[in-house]
């Protein structure tokens, strides 16, 4: 089944701010695809049309923005590259206020909490050492 075409990164496209392999995949989908074409085309004709703005395009198509577990996954690594260049692309290139804010939110709350579980472990590695140090003066 052919890949529908996804306008965010024909958008990116048109902005040339994707990567350059990318861009060059891109290239092939629009050589090869009419239906590739086609969506490009549309996205031309916003351009033409003068209210042509990446925010209109990403309200119009019903972009969303992302959920703060999203985002977490994100800063995690834990999202398929196709939902992780989405979102890069909402935040880095749509420069989502919201989103970036949430995304600063979530960052400090992720770096405590992997924080905090680090001093957990040391904790735990240290009652354990102690434990066994007790151990050993009582043999
Ligand atoms: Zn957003």
Redesign the pocket.
Known sequence: MEEEPNRIKLIGYLEESLPAEEMTRLEEKLRTSPRWREVLKELVEEVGSGDYSLATIWQRHRL???SRERLGAYLQGGLVPDEADYIRF??EV?Q?R??QA?LEDVRSQVEVSSQSLSENVSARRRRFFETSVGYLRHE
């Open positions: 969303t923005c992302a909402h935040i749509v989502c919201r989103c949430n």
